[in-house]
Every structure is written in C-alpha cells, then in structure tokens.
C-alpha cells in the first residue's frame, strides 16, 4: 500500500509529519495505540494529530512512553525512536527544532551555521536557529526570529550562509577563504543553489549581511 504523507493545517510553516505505510484515509478505524504502533522509527508523533478523541490520544500517548515504545520531547509531542541494545535512538535537537517550527525558511545561525559549514570548532552551549516564525521555547534551542520571507525557498545550509554573513569575523573560525572554497564545492555539488541565495539575500534588511554576500559573490567569481 502507498505512503500517505501528512500536513499540518498551519500553512505558514508548510511542516511534514510522519509518513505512514498504511492507508488512514478512513482514521475512525484506527485506534490512537495502533497508529502509534505502526508509526515507522525515527519518527515524530503528534499527539493531536492521532485518531480518537483528544483524551483517548493523550492517554495512548502517556502509555506509550511508560511502556518505552515513545520518547516525551514536549507537551504533545513524542518521538519514536529506534530500538538497540542500549534502549531507543532519541532525536537529534536539530530534528526537534525543525519538527516544532517547521521546514519553510528556518535554519541554522551564530556557531551552529558556521558548524553547518565546517567552518568552525566553536560548539555552541545550544542550537541556535533563525526562523520565520518562532515558537515557545524548545529546550536546547535558542531562536532568532528572522522577517525575510524570501527565506522560504532557501534549505538549511542556504539559510546558514546568510547567517554566517551577519559576522564572519566572528563565526568563521576558518578564515574568509576557506569559506569561500566552501562554498564554490557546495554550488558545483547542488547543495546550494545561487539564484535562490541572490533572491533572498538582497532581501535582507541588514545591511552587512547584503554587503558581505555580494563580496562573497566577487570572490567566488573571481576563484
């Protein structure tokens, strides 16, 4: 039977939620334990996203985490981990910080855009992330709340780049020119695209991050 992929109703953020192997088109059948049994591991549960009513979710999810099947990552969200010798895989906080805030236009900042780029050995006391729209907060996640709509198209490591224009001074430990040779092999491998970085940067409303990215611009047509 297809996947069924499943959306969130809030379309600002355009979230993908857990893809299931099983048909849920009729979800009246499905009890809220069950789908949380043949949800696949490594994949996030949303506890109002499950069939039933409000409580008879809330208490198949309460119950999943006692018996270890789920992992509590905040209130109404649960993660199904993988099962080894050492207990059940958690998520990565990078994980967490995209379920909860979404896809669309949010990725890393400060040292966790320059780690995204290899470009620096600072590790950050949390994971910083600059997003379109933020949420309470995420435990091990700091927010910075970015208005540039154009950040939309852009993937994580696009949007690390534009972070790291804020002060490369400062987060790219590296140095300018290792940056810069970064960047060429990630345009030439497609991990970043440069017609989609040039739409948002020149969006940007500080002015430093439009100053250095047109500099960087100059260098890598100059390499």
């Known amino acids: 039977m297809a996947a069924q992929e499943f959306r969130c109703g809030d ?32 994949s996030f549960v949303h506890v109002n996203r499950l069939p039933g009513t409000a409580t008879a979710a809330r208490q198949a999810a309460s119950r999943a985490a006692r018996s270890g099947e789920l992992i509590p990552v905040r209130r109404g969200l649960y993660y199904r981990g993988a099962k080894t010798r050492y207990g059940m895989t958690r998520p990565r906080i990078e994980e967490i910080a995209r379920e909860v805030l979404g896809v669309a236009g949010n990725g890393p900042a400060g040292y966790s855009a320059g780690r995204e780029w290899g470009v620096t050995t600072q590790i950050p006391s949390s994971f910083h992330v600059a997003a379109l729209w933020t949420s309470d ?23 690390a780049l534009l972070e790291l224009m804020r002060a490369p001074e400062v987060y790219v430990e590296a140095g300018w020119n290792t940056l810069v040779r970064k960047v060429r092999d990630a345009l030439a491998g497609g ?24 500099r960087l611009l100059t260098d890598l047509a100059a390499a």
């Open 191 to 214: 991990e970043v695209v440069e017609d989609r970085l040039r739409g948002a940067a020149v969006r940007e409303q500080n002015l430093t991050v439009r100053g250095n990215f047109d």
């Open 137 to 159: 907060p995420i435990e091990g996640v700091t927010q910075h709340a970015r208005s540039n709509r154009e950040r939309a198209s852009l993937n994580p490591k696009e949007i």
């Open 11 to 42: 379309t600002r953020r355009c979230c993908f939620y857990v893809t299931f192997p099983v048909d849920f088109r009729d979800m009246s059948t499905i009890s809220p334990t069950t789908a949380i049994r043949i949800t696949p591991a490594r």
